[in-house]
């Protein structure tokens, strides 16, 4: 489960964050966010087991190949476009409330529900949220905590 929360986290980051630079390519976000999440699995998987850096290093290879075809499916317009979304909702929805994007250009496309809503006691507001990915035909599911910052985006938490 908390493998899960981590590989959602990621992934929500990097559309969050993926205008702030147009530097790495799609495919390359893709990989390094694969490799990631591919090392936390096998760290966990091998957990008490002698081989465990052999898991690790697997998970790394394995989850690379993955985000890479990922990412190279996954173009700038739908990560502004899921990026965008996400703070919609974050921002102007009620509990449960599902927002959609879709890329006409792609066929890729998303939703982004919030869950929960808290007030921290600074009286930050934080939400949970669900997501879901469709790219290229597959499916990916998440789901993460943001909180709004000053300058009124949301940060999700890790």
């Not at 964050?17 to 790495?24: D, E, F, Q, R």
């Not at 893709?30 to 998987?45: H, K, P, W």
Request: aromatic letters at 4%.
């Amino acid at each position: 489960m908390k493998t899960k929360m981590i590989r959602v986290t990621i992934i929500s980051a990097s559309l969050l964050l993926a205008g702030c630079s147009t530097t790495p390519s799609k495919q390359q976000q893709g990989a390094a966010a694969g490799a990631v999440v591919g090392g936390v699995l096998g760290s966990a998987l091998g957990d008490g087991h002698a081989d465990k850096g052999w898991a690790i290093a697997l998970g790394i290879i394995f989850g690379a190949i993955v985000g890479d075809q990922i990412g190279a499916q996954l173009d700038e317009r739908d990560r502004l476009l899921a990026a965008q979304n996400l703070q919609y909702s974050l921002e102007s929805t009620k509990n449960g409330a599902v927002t959609t994007w879709q890329n006409p250009n792609t066929g890729n496309g998303g939703t982004a529900t919030p869950t929960t809503t808290v007030v921290q006691s600074n009286g930050t507001p934080c939400r949970e949220f669900t997501t879901e990915i469709q790219v290229g035909g597959e499916t990916q599911q998440g789901y993460g905590t943001a909180c709004r910052q000053a300058d009124g985006s949301w940060k999700i938490q890790s």
